[in-house]
């Protein structure tokens, strides 16, 4: 069975900063591509970020750019997502999601990834 586990979600003021982790379970972690996607209530899911299997290549939308950084420690299943500089238009549920194919296009689609989480907060106060 395989899983996905996000966690680190909460309330923050904007300026500030939040660190997402998610660990996956059941698959070879490291033969995966992952990503974040963030959704609010009532509006489209949009891709966050994503990174290659390896690490070495990573994908950002252009409204995350230079405040996010996505990282991954394979050795621990872990995925990470640093947030600085926070807005009030980040508040969303965060979602920590994989792709077989290890490799992840600047697309950022749903389409592309298998498995999701079942989410994780972040709501940031103005």
């Known amino acids: 069975l395989v899983q996905v586990v996000e966690s680190g979600g909460g309330l923050v003021q904007a300026g500030g900063s939040l660190r997402l982790s998610c660990t996956a379970y059941g698959l070879t972690f490291d033969n995966y591509a992952m990503g974040w996607f963030r959704q609010v209530q009532g509006k489209e899911r949009e891709g966050v970020s994503c990174i290659w299997w390896s690490g070495d290549i990573a994908y950002y939308a252009d409204s995350v750019k230079g405040r996010f950084t996505i990282s991954r420690d394979n050795a621990k299943n872990t995925l990470y997502l640093e947030m600085n500089s926070l807005k009030p238009e980040d508040t969303a549920m965060y979602y920590c999601?994989?792709?077989?194919?290890?490799?992840?296009?600047?697309?950022?689609?749903?389409?592309?990834?298998?498995?999701w989480g079942q989410g994780t907060q972040v709501t940031v106060s103005s």
């Open positions: 999601v994989a792709h077989a194919y290890g490799y992840c296009s600047s697309s950022l689609g749903s389409d592309d990834y298998e498995y």
